[in-house]
Each structure stands twice: as structure tokens, then as C-alpha cells.
């Protein structure tokens, strides 16, 4: 069945730093796929989405590119910020399936 | 715009007692509804999810039931609750397919002491 994994937390840098999270996926076809984060105490909400290959998708400074040759949906940032400070879930939806699937999540903190 | 409340917002309850979490959305129609549970430090647990009034579909057998008495209420209850069913709750609705973006709402902590 479909599956997302996404690197283990958590994870910790200082301001201004660079962020990678790495998210790769296991699907047949063509899923759509998405990053959420959850700032402390709130739900989750969508930070962006991809829906075909070597599409970007981008939203407050955070990109990831749907790479279908590596099957991978990293997050990346230039410059965090203290107020990125959240838990960032990577995820998939396709066709045929019931449900997004959702990675376990990775805790980001960001010193100042 | 499309809004999603949920309360309350934090419950203290004593095991054995019951549970009615609501959600609640507003400015669609017809939405797919989910609900779901994070425990502490861990992932997302999709509990259930309704595509119309009435019609419920259940992931994880548990003590846990959920119904959908109008287009855009999504109810979640317990007869008794269980030391583990503490967690943070959250209700999510869609549009369209089970598998596309989930909006969320602000959740609800539930302590069983």
C-alpha cells in the first residue's frame, strides 16, 4: 500500500539557518502530495502541494519539489525563523484510496 | 470562506465517563469529514470519516463511535472513556475525493484521568 516516510525528529537550528526535511513516498502511479505543519497547541494546516511530477510547490519562504524519479518530497527553507518553530508532516493522496497518508511528523525547532 | 469549529476546545475527564467532542463547518456543502487522534508525540490516527449524513466509515475498531445528524456536524462520543483515549482530537473536512487536501480544525485536548 501507499506509504510516506519522513526523517526522524527532531530537529533543532539556529535562526536564519537552512532547513531540509526529507520525505519519500512509496505509491504506484502519480499520488498527489502535500506538506502540513502544526504550530504548538493548533491542527494542522497545509502548507503547500504537488499533484504531478517535477512540480513545485511553495508558500511562506517553504519549497518542495515533486520528484518522482527518487520519489521524494523534501521541505526546504533558506532562512528559518524562530516563529517556524512547528511539527511538519509530509503526505499522499491518490486516486483509489480512501484517505490522505500521513507521515509521523518532524518536530522543528528554531533557536534565536 | 470555508471555517471549522470545534469544542471544546480542552476536557478534563474521569475514566468510566462519557464523551461528546463536536465539529462543526461552515460555508460548504456536503463536505467529507474526518476525525482524528494524535497521542502524545506520536503521528496522525484516522478514527473515522463520513462522505453524507448518516454514513460512517471506521478505521480502527475501539470504544470510540462517531455520527453526522446534519450535513456539516461531525460528532465524536464514548460510552466510557479508557485512560487511553487521552490525545489531542481533530476534525477535518474535504472536498471532492477522501484523498485530496484535508483542512483541519483547532483540535481538542482530552485528559482521562
Known amino acids: 500500500g501507499n506509504s510516506v516516510t519522513q526523517m526522524e525528529g527532531p530537529v533543532t537550528l539556529s535562526e536564519e539557518a537552512f532547513l531540509t526535511i526529507n520525505c519519500t513516498y512509496t505509491a504506484t502511479g502519480y499520488p498527489s502530495l502535500f506538506w502540513y505543519v502544526q504550530y504548538p497547541g493548533e491542527g494542522l494546516q497545509l502548507l503547500l502541494k504537488?499533484?504531478?511530477?517535477?512540480d513545485k510547490g511553495s508558500n511562506k519562504g517553504f519549497e518542495a519539489t515533486y520528484r518522482k524519479e527518487t520519489t521524494s518530497f523534501h521541505l526546504e527553507k533558506g532562512s528559518v525563523q524562530v516563529s517556524d518553530s512547528a511539527v511538519y508532516f509530509c503526505a499522499l493522496g491518490q486516486g483509489g484510496s480512501e484517505k490522505l497518508v500521513f507521515g509521523k511528523g518532524t518536530k522543528l525547532t528554531v533557536n534565536p | 470562506s470555508q471555517t471549522i469549529h470545534q469544542w471544546p476546545a480542552t476536557l478534563v475527564q474521569p475514566v468510566g465517563s462519557p464523551l461528546s467532542l463536536e465539529c462543526t463547518v461552515e460555508g460548504t456543502s456536503n463536505p467529507n469529514l474526518y476525525w482524528y487522534r494524535q497521542a502524545a508525540g506520536r503521528g496522525l490516527q484516522l478514527l473515522f470519516y463520513s462522505v453524507g449524513i448518516g454514513q460512517i466509515s471506521s478505521e480502527v475498531p475501539q470504544n470510540l463511535s462517531a455520527s453526522r445528524p446534519q450535513d456539516r456536524q461531525f460528532i465524536l462520543s464514548s460510552k466510557k472513556l479508557l485512560l487511553s483515549d487521552s490525545g489531542f482530537y481533530l476534525c477535518?473536512?474535504?472536498?471532492?475525493?477522501?484523498?485530496?487536501?484535508?483542512?483541519f480544525g483547532p483540535g481538542t485536548r482530552l485528559t482521562v484521568l
Open positions: 504537488a499533484t504531478k511530477a517535477d
Open positions: 477535518a473536512w474535504s472536498e471532492g475525493a477522501l484523498w485530496d487536501t484535508q483542512y
